[in-house]
């Protein structure tokens, strides 16, 4: 099955996708110190009868978060008001919700404790030696998925000296979606000793016998496509082809 873009999808059950954190991880107390923090410019405030008022109030992100990871907090805007003609005072609740982060600096990709990427056969089964199997003629295949929508997605062949070898089927893609857990949890592509020298990939070759790694690189949000360091990139283990 493959999506718009050309990327091969391999629908699975099952998701591998990554929970969007909350602030607090967990529901242990945390130091005040790390707690939202919100402000007032006026914290005694009169409007009068029949009128309307702006009440300006500043909320501070929680502290010692990673800008790297999505993080969504909140709480609530306590005011405390006296209707004129009344000795009680009663109580107005606003809750407010934020989010902390860096677009620019999420990580695209999982982390390694998900397993992916990795080298797979046809069944799923992951791939020990990925050598051996390229020697046996086996399907081989590298599976990833992606945590964040990027512009601009590559995987290809680099050689024992870092140069490009060229790209693996399927392996130039633009406007790629996120990784949908509930329909295909993970992009593949074919490795096979099948390259491509061009973005088109029309220019097929295959890469001469020696020593190789597949390298994935991704695009991160806002990120200049000319600048390799905008990049998100894997590298796995070197293997032998041919």
């Known amino acids: 099955m493959f999506n718009r873009n050309g990327t091969l999808v391999d629908a699975a059950y099952g998701t591998s996708g990554k929970t969007i954190p909350t602030w607090p991880a967990n529901t242990k107390p945390v130091a005040g110190n790390t707690l939202p923090k ?19 109030v500043f909320i501070t992100a929680p502290s010692g978060l990673d800008e790297a990871d999505r993080w969504f907090y909140g ?23 934020g989010y902390n982060g860096d677009y620019s600096k999420i990580n695209m990709m999982p982390p390694a404790s998900t397993g992916l990427p990795a080298f797979v056969d046809d069944d799923g089964n992951d791939v020990e030696d990925v050598s051996a199997a390229l020697a ?6 590298l599976v990833f998925f992606m945590n964040m ?4 997605l ?3 062949l680099v ?12 392996g130039y893609n633009t406007n ?27 220019k097929e070759a295959t890469v001469a016998p020696g020593k190789y790694q597949a ?7 806002f990120g200049n496509p000319k600048k390799s360091s905008d990049f998100e990139v894997w590298n796995s283990q070197q293997f032998t082809v041919g």
Do not use: C
Not at 149 to 152: A, D, G, S, V
Not at 215 to 221: A, F, I, K, Y
């Open 38 to 56: 919100v402000t007032s410019l006026d914290s005694n405030q009169y409007i009068g009868p029949g009128l309307t008022g702006l009440v300006t």
């Open 75 to 97: 709480g609530f805007l306590n005011f405390t008001m006296r209707w004129d003609g009344e000795s009680t005072q009663s109580s107005y609740v606003v809750p407010y919700g």
């Open 136 to 141: 046996a003629k086996n399907k081989t295949h």
């Open 149 to 152: 929508p990027t512009r601009l």
């Open 154 to 156: 590559t995987v290809d």
């Open 159 to 170: 050689d024992a000296a870092g140069k490009f070898a060229g790209y693996l089927p399927y």
């Open 176 to 202: 790629v979606v996120r990784t949908l857990p509930t329909y295909a949890p993970y992009f593949s592509v074919m490795l096979n000793g099948t390259v491509y020298r061009d973005k088109d990939l029309t």
């Open 215 to 221: 390298r994935l690189s991704t695009l991160r949000t």
